[in-house]
């Protein structure tokens, strides 16, 4: 039987992405002023990594469902919220806590559930 591993177009699109994102944000100054350049990551984090993250389940058979559930989603969410905006801004003080991170973080992860439907 055939593994089938789920969301690798949303996975690699966000990959690619996030590296156009991270070359603009190094080399060219026009980039650091826009608003995109504050949140893209935020967007495209659960994009990349709750699709990996359910890959790996996958590759190594401890997972058989070849769906991302809302559910796991929604777990990663809150994970990538709590651990981004209370704790990393309480030990690192170069951090700061932001709501619109937490929005875009959820954009993200209705963007990644609802493309999946359509991938189908």
């Known amino acids: 039987m055939k593994t089938k591993y789920v969301a690798l177009y949303q996975m690699f ?5 996030y590296s156009l ?9 026009n ?4 608003y995109i350049r504050n ?13 990996l993250f359910v890959n790996i389940q996958i590759l190594f058979k401890v997972r058989k469902s070849e769906k991302i559930k ?17 704790i990393c801004p309480y030990l690192l ?18 963007v990644l559930y609802f493309s999946q439907k359509i991938e189908k």
């Open 13 to 17: 699109i966000g990959m690619m992405l």
């Open 21 to 29: 994102h991270y070359f603009l944000r190094t080399f060219s100054n």
């Open 31 to 34: 980039y650091q002023t826009t």
């Open 39 to 51: 949140y893209l990551a935020n967007f495209l984090v659960l994009i990349v990594c709750v699709p």
């Open 70 to 86: 809302l559910s796991e989603i929604v777990f990663f969410f809150f994970i990538f919220s709590i651990l981004y905006e209370i």
């Open 93 to 110: 003080h170069r951090m700061t806590a932001d709501i619109v991170d937490v929005l875009f973080y959820a954009i993200g992860g209705i």
